[in-house]
């Protein structure tokens, strides 16, 4: 919303919106692509326009989008979903993001899957074997090895926590 509104105040119509993309009239020039990205960046926000950096936000937004926001972990083959969306060979992607992100997209899944974990344990509505099953592992072992790899911590040990350390998506 408060980027709608910022491309409005700059005379531009917005037409669509979504996570990480905004389609806006008429096409900005330079000029008005320079001003869009300053006040911007005054928000907190990047203007991204190079087709290989749009192409890892989009790998990033959509690998966030199906663990955090759906329910389509069990189910989702990522390496499949980034290649139907993005209409790239899996190996290009993999690579473009390896190079940019000093981190492979597998990594990043990994971190993302550990983070809505925490977000789980923290709600405390399902047990250890619902979370795995929900967030596509094949087992509560599997999972646990995995979440203790990457925090230091078993599933236990994080829950029984007085403070728990999760980050926010931005940090992650």
Known sequence: MVVRQQLEHLDLQVSEISLGTALVYPDPSENKLTEIAASLRVLGFELIDKDKDKLIESIRNTIIEIIHHSDLVEHVTFSQVLTDRLHKDYNYLSRLFSESEDLTIEKFIIQQKVEKVKELLQYG????????????YSSSAHLSNQ????????PREFKSMKSNSRKSLDKV
């Open 125 to 136: 509505e399902l047990n250890l074997n619902e979370i795995a099953w929900k967030m596509g």
């Open 147 to 154: 979440f203790k790899s990457i925090t230091g911590l078993s």
